[in-house]
Each structure stands twice: as C-alpha cells, then as structure tokens.
C-alpha cells in the first residue's frame, strides 16, 4: 500500500489505520503493557537478560517481563534524544499509541506532553494510562490526525515519532513539523526504513507492510524531507543490531507471536531494513 496526496484516498486510508487500532488486542501489546501501564507499541532495543529468562511454568511471565524491559528500553533512549527539556517545555508525541513514550517524558522532565492518534479507543486508553500513572495534568491524548494537527504556530519544544512514520507522507509530515516546531527545536524519529543500499525492497519488508498496513520508507528520504523542511540532523544512531535480541526473544514465545517476526529477522539480517533513530532540529 503506498501513501497519497489525494484527500479521499488518504481520509479513506486514515479510517481504516483507526479502524485497525481500535480493534487491536495483540497479547504482545497488551499483555506486556500491563507489568507496570505502559502500553508501547513499539519494540526493543538492548541484549536479552537470560538470567531473567525462567523455564517452566514462569516462563511465559518472564518472556513477557523481558520483553517489556527492552521496549521501556527503547523509549527512555528516544526520550534521551529530546534535548535539554524543562518544566516549561511544551512537547508532542505524534502516533502516540497509548502513550508510553509521552507518559515516560512527562515522568522525567515534569513537562506539558501532548499524544495525538488517529485511533479513539488508544487516546482513552493513554488517558487512562496517564492518570494511573498520576501524570494526567501534564500528559493529555486526543485524536488528530499528525498531518493537520490542532495546534499553533512554533508551540512545540520537541516533537517525536516512535515507529509511526510509517503511515503518512514524510513531506507532508515534515512540513508540519516545520510549522509545530518552535527555532531551535527537536525532532526525533526512531523507525524501521528501507536500506538503499540494498536496492528495491524486498520480501520481508513487504511482508512488514502487509502486516501492519502500512508503508516504509527509504532511509534517504528521510532526509530529503528533513532538508527540504528545515530540519537538520544532527544525530543518527543506527540501531539494527540493538533490536535483532527484542525480535529473536520474542520468536520464543508462541503467545506472544503474530508472524512477523521471521520477516523482521530476515530483513534486518540482509541488511534489506534499518531501524535508525534520526534527531534533527528546527533551523
């Protein structure tokens, strides 16, 4: 499936990603984001503690656990990425899920997180998040499309997307975010993308696609895009090799399993995808 600029196509397209979000009930989502209410929808990076691993009758909880460590994992890096944020900052988790990565943030730096999906049941569900987590005045969901969002001029400190790029046209994103951005301000995408080193994509990314309904993007676009709306990187991490443990784990727990992972393994194996963390900021 490929993105589009034409306005049916891409409101018919949004529906049925909401439509999509509202009815998930993956275990590896949810289950994993019980241990402790973050909910993250995004995977791992890190080595697999196998000390943390039990057998038997536990195993299953101690894969869960694991799991979720190395996703908690992924996020506090993002978070990481975001700058010098204060009190003050004003920041925006687009994609947001239900809303790990926003919760994290407001926890760490007492700021105003705003999430925007285009999902209902993942805003209540991070809202719920939120306020179990006693950050409910700092961090706030709604449903927005992050193409068009609802907010002024320069009214962001940092904005982030962890693992949802993949769903929109990253010049029309990226604009966007030129316009959110205050000068000076961050951006930081942690996300899967075509290798074009590699040549055209190949079967495991399309695979990926078809999985989620979506379309990666090639890695020099992103920063073609980025160029061309004033964004400039400053750092890219790439983090292929840090997620591959996350992927593999997982393959070892048949509840926790949905058939995508052999096409993860494959294409980061190849070197036909990367998962690359790129932070740039607003010039």
């Known amino acids: 499936m490929s993105v589009t600029t034409d306005t049916a196509a891409a409101s018919a397209y949004q529906h049925t990603i909401a439509d999509y979000w509202n009815a998930e009930k993956n275990p590896v989502n949810h289950e994993l984001g019980a241990v402790?209410?973050?909910f993250h929808h995004h995977y791992g990076i890190g080595p697999v503690n196998w000390d943390?691993?039990?057998?038997?009758?536990?195993?299953?909880?101690?894969?869960?656990?694991?799991l979720h460590r190395l996703?908690?994992?992924q996020g506090a890096y993002l978070i990481s990425q975001l700058g010098a944020l204060t009190s003050e900052s004003r920041i925006l988790d687009a994609g947001c899920g239900r809303g790990a990565t926003s919760i994290m943030a407001a926890e760490r730096f007492g700021c105003t997180a705003e999430g925007i999906t285009l999902?209902?049941?993942?805003?209540?569900d991070a809202n719920r998040s939120a306020a179990a987590r006693g950050v409910a005045e700092r961090a706030r969901y709604q449903v927005a499309?992050?193409?068009?969002?609802?907010?002024?001029?320069?009214s962001f400190d940092a904005i982030w997307n962890n693992e949802s790029t993949m769903y929109v046209e990253l010049g029309l994103l990226f604009a966007e975010y030129r316009r959110l951005l205050k000068p000076g301000g961050r951006y930081v995408t942690i996300t899967g993308c075509i290798n074009d080193g590699y040549g055209r994509a190949s079967r495991a990314v399309s695979m990926i696609n078809a999985q989620y309904a979506c379309d990666v993007h090639r890695r020099s676009e992103y920063f073609k895009q980025m160029t061309a709306n004033?964004?400039?990187?400053?750092?890219?991490?790439?983090?292929?090799?840090?997620?591959?443990?996350?992927?593999k784990l997982r393959t070892t727990d048949p509840e926790l399993t949905t058939g995508?992972?052999?096409?993860?393994?494959?294409?980061?194996?190849?070197?036909?995808?990367?998962?690359?963390?790129?932070?740039?900021?607003?010039?």
Not at 52 to 66: A, C, F, K, L, M
Not at 260 to 283: N, S
Request: proline residues 5%; without cysteine; hydrophobic residues 40%.
């Open 119 to 124: 999902s209902a049941e993942q805003a209540k």
């Open 36 to 38: 402790d209410g973050l």
């Open 230 to 247: 004033r964004l400039v990187p400053v750092a890219v991490t790439d983090l292929t090799q840090a997620t591959l443990p996350y992927w």
């Open 260 to 283: 995508v992972e052999e096409h993860f393994i494959d294409a980061y194996e190849t070197g036909a995808f990367q998962y690359l963390m790129i932070a740039a900021d607003r010039v």
């Open 52 to 66: 943390n691993i039990t057998d038997g009758p536990t195993r299953h909880d101690s894969v869960v656990q694991e």
């Open 145 to 154: 499309n992050m193409l068009q969002t609802p907010f002024a001029d320069g």
């Open 71 to 73: 996703e908690t994992d």
